[in-house]
């Protein structure tokens, strides 16, 4: 067993943004007509991790590209560990790791020789037996990694990011197209990171992935940040109490007109009445009176709770991709 996946170089852990681990401020980058990164800023303190949530084509992949020094921006500035990624390409690609797609450099090796070699190319390298059994790939250690499943190659990729013990980790969508089980594995191993101090900027379409990992969020839509701050906070965050009523012959427009001023009612499409406003006991009390006056029973009747999920659509108006 791993000790600890503690970075070569310790996090100094400060809230000064000159001495983040990744600092972006004002970023643009265009495609053409197309305005794919539309002024951007981001700070991911160091030994946090920050996700980059939003919907396709938000773009996540081209700002983290950017900040991997594979892209050049049209405007604005990227510090990553203080240093410009694509001046500092060479100093740079030994403190950060990068999930490369399609094997990287020797895609015609096999899975554990792979990783041996990424390995070599460190002077402290973390066990690559045990970044193996942590990733549940031991078993295709001999197997060719054109051989290997798409969430093999995957995890392998991950692997060979994580086995030089960078400080800082781009992590683009590390668990798209994983099942259950792997997806497990991989949260493990990235909140071990996170634990040991390793900074992690990580894309997700996944909420729960966001919510379970990560210490600040930012949502981006169209190139730009819409709403950032921890999934706490962001759920908090214009949270307006909403009770949702399922209750056979309750009418919408006149149960508002029973309530006290400032409280909405509408049906939903799942055909709930939900009301929005200040949910309170005498509220509950109120509505509950209401219906007996009119003879009617409730089936059920229940305080929503804002989610990520809802934030989420009222922000970029899209569902966040299945
Ligand atoms: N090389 C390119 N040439 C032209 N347009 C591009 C290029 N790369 C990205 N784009 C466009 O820029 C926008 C942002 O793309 P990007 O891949 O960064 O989004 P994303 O948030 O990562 O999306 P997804 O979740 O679907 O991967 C998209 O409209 C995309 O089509």
Redesign the pocket.
Known sequence: MQDALSPRVGPDSTSNPDDAALLVRGLVKR??D?T??DGLDLTLPRGELLALL??????????VEICEGFGRPDAGDVRVLGLDPIANNDTLRTRIGVMLQGGGAYPGAKAGEMLGLCAAYSADPLDPDWLMEALGLTEVAGTGFRRLSGGQQQRLSLACALVGRPELVFL??PTAGLDAHARIMVWELISRLRADGVSILL?T?LLDEAEELADQIVI?DH?RAVAAGAPADLVRQDAEGQLRIRAAGLAADALETALPDGYRCRLSPAGELLVTGDITPELVATITRYCADQGILAESMNVATNTLQDVFLTLTGREV?A
């Not at 939003?54 to 700002?63: L, Q």
């Open positions: 495609f053409g197309k794919a990164v939003g919907p396709n084509g938000a773009g996540k992949t081209t700002t683009d969508e894309t379409h981006i190139g991709r």
